[in-house]
T-cell receptor, first 116, second 115 residues
Framework: AQKITQTQPGMFVQEKEAVTLDCTYDTSDPSYGLFWYKQPSSGEMIFLIYQGSYDQQNATEGRYSLNFQKARKSANLVISASQLGDSAMYFCAMRETETGFQKLVFGTGTRLLVSP | DTGVSQNPRHKITKRGQNVTFRCDPISEHNRLYWYRQTLGQGPEFLTYFQNEAQLEKSRLLSDRFSAERPKGSFSTLEIQRTEQGDSAMYLC?????????????FGSGTQLSVL
């Protein structure tokens, strides 16, 4: 069974500082993909970054990077130089690819508040 | 290029009524997903289409829920005999089939309130 755990209900960060949002996962499949999505108050889920289980390097997309520690089954999102517009809910998600199941399983999310 | 479009944005209905939501995916995307999200939770998978074929359904999806994707383009999600527990945000997503980092693109959702 898949499981995504996000233990931080809320996080606060000052503008221009970096913040790390935690995500741990549980799967028995050797092939899987990890995703982070942002959900602002408008409701739309916005894709941020992807990490494949066989990727050798940590994924980066602009100010977003993923700290992937496979042995610990963790995939933490790092946001550098936080901006006020980063205030939103952030969801970690996983998809198992080897079994053929196509669904993404999401965690419960972390609410990030960026203060001036 | 337009993103995933969902209509209506909000729906208020009385318990026992039927409701239908529509999702228009990104035009070249062959995969379409429905998710449900309640307050304080992450999106929960409901069902998935590849082209017009419904390939997966969550066991959580009761027989009051039905989804279609005729001709592999837009999709509808119908809830019959709505219950107060059906109140949630219903999210649609689409993707283009890829071997690895297939991204889901989400719409803004339909917020359902059952009174």
């Amino acid at each position: 069974a898949q499981k995504i755990t996000q233990t931080q209900p809320g996080m606060f960060v000052q503008e221009k500082e970096a913040v790390t949002l935690d995500c741990t996962y549980d799967t028995s499949d050797p092939s899987y993909g990890l995703f982070w999505y942002k959900q602002p108050s408008s409701g739309e889920m916005i894709f941020l970054i992807y990490q494949g289980s066989y990727d050798q390097q940590n994924a980066t997309e602009g100010r977003y990077s993923l700290n992937f520690q496979k042995a610990r089954k963790s995939a933490n999102l790092v946001i550098s130089a936080s901006q006020l517009g980063d205030s939103a809910m952030y969801f970690c998600a996983m998809r198992e690819t080897e079994t053929g199941f196509q669904k993404l399983v999401f965690g419960t999310g972390t609410r990030l508040l960026v203060s001036p | 290029d337009t993103g995933v479009s969902q209509n209506p944005r909000h729906k208020i209905t009385k318990r026992g009524q039927n409701v239908t939501f529509r999702c228009d995916p990104i035009s070249e995307h062959n995969r379409l997903y429905w998710y449900r999200q309640t307050l304080g939770q992450g999106p929960e998978f409901l069902t998935y289409f590849q082209n017009e074929a419904q390939l997966e359904k969550s066991r959580l999806l009761s027989d009051r829920f039905s989804a279609e994707r005729p001709k592999g383009s837009f999709s509808t999600l119908e809830i019959q005999r709505t219950e107060q527990g059906d109140s949630a945000m219903y999210l649609c997503a689409s993707s283009l089939e890829r071997a690895t980092n297939e991204k889901l693109f989400f719409g803004s959702g339909t917020q359902l309130s059952v009174l």
